[in-house]
């Protein structure tokens, strides 16, 4: 039971357009959620996140937008450069036992910017 | 610079051949995971400490057993791997904190072959 989703395994976009990457989850306790970008051959580095009490986070040219009411977010990238290429994990996070936050991950979504 | 290891970055065994695979970070972090991540299933915890000597299950717990004697290091330890554990792992580590916020640094990832 995937708890979060991420639908769109690939992205093409060109050079200084707008990437838009999503994602759904199912599980209403989620209280956090985050972006994590990754690169082959490394491990993911954390990009944006959002408190589910906010609806928009913004960091340059990385936008996270979240609808509680759809149990979706979304990641928007302006303008998207090549740098920006990688693979992008969708992540949420819940409080378990012992007070520990724990943390699911979508599968990812291959974003491609052509130049 | 602040940063989690791995060791070794790349191994190849057989079936039922022990191995540990090494982790450390030098963030003074509470909280420590091991991730694995295969195609089509993204990251999945394994096993994850929230300190010295309490550690827990994560999602996908058969076959790994984990130890944290010291906060620094959190090794992950196949005692009979098989085929199916074959796959890349991340080791993670996060500060804990009041606040929800969750971001996690990974290490590099150790690609595991298992024949």
């Known amino acids: 039971d995937q708890q979060v989703k991420q639908n769109s395994p690939s992205l093409s976009v060109q050079e200084g357009r707008i990437s838009i990457l999503n994602c759904d989850y199912t599980?209403?306790?989620?209280?956090?959620f985050l972006w994590y970008k990754k690169y082959p051959a490394e491990g993911p580095t954390f990009l944006i996140s959002i408190s589910s009490i906010k609806d928009k986070n913004e960091d340059g040219r990385f936008t996270v937008f979240l609808n509680k009411s759809a149990k979706h977010l979304s990641l928007h990238i302006v303008p998207s450069q090549p740098g920006d290429s990688a693979v992008y994990f969708c992540?949420?996070?819940?409080?378990?036992?012992?007070?520990?936050?724990?943390?699911?991950f979508g599968i990812g979504t291959k974003l491609q910017v052509i130049p | 610079e602040a940063q989690v290891t791995q060791n070794p970055r790349y191994l190849i065994t057989v079936t039922g051949k022990k191995l540990t695979v090494t982790c450390s970070q030098n963030m003074n972090h509470e909280y420590m995971s091991w991730y694995r991540q295969d195609p089509g299933l993204g990251l999945r915890q394994i096993y994850y400490?929230?300190?010295?000597?309490?550690?827990d299950k994560g999602d996908v717990p058969e076959g790994y057993k984990v130890s944290r004697k010291e906060k620094r290091n959190f090794p992950l330890i196949l005692e009979s791997p098989s085929p199916n554990q074959t796959s890349l792992y991340f080791c993670?580590?996060?500060?804990?904190?009041?606040?929800?916020?969750?971001?996690?640094?990974f290490g590099p990832g150790t690609r595991l072959t298992v024949l």
């Open positions: 599980n209403s306790m989620f209280d956090y």
């Open positions: 992540a949420a996070s819940a409080r378990a036992s012992g007070g520990y936050q724990k943390v699911t």
């Open positions: 993670a580590s996060r500060s804990r904190r009041d606040s929800f916020s969750d971001e996690q640094f």
């Open positions: 400490s929230m300190n010295v000597e309490v550690t």
